[in-house]
């Protein structure tokens, strides 16, 4: 079954940010899906199992950004 959740990234402010975000995020083994809302900052991950926190933390890093939460 699929799960999905929501974090929020600051620091993206153009849609090269969003696709370096995307592109980094889909790299997580089991992420089906990376959704980026630009105006929020909100990104909807959704994958085959729950995904680590750490590990969408460290990718939003190595895109550059910083989760918020
Ligand atoms: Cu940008």
Same mark, same amino acid.
């Given at each position: 079954m699929s799960s999905t959740a929501t974090y929020?990234?600051?620091g993206m402010t153009c849609g090269h940010c969003v696709s370096s @975000? =995307?592109?980094e995020v889909t790299t997580i083994p089991g992420v089906t899906d990376v959704q980026v809302d630009?105006?929020?900052g909100a @990104? =909807?991950?959704t994958s085959d199992s729950p995904v680590d926190d750490d590990a969408?933390?460290?990718?939003?890093?190595e895109a550059g950004y910083?989760?918020?939460r």
């Open positions: 929020t990234v600051s @975000v =995307t592109e630009l105006a929020s @990104v =909807t991950i969408v933390k460290a990718a939003v890093d910083e989760l918020v």
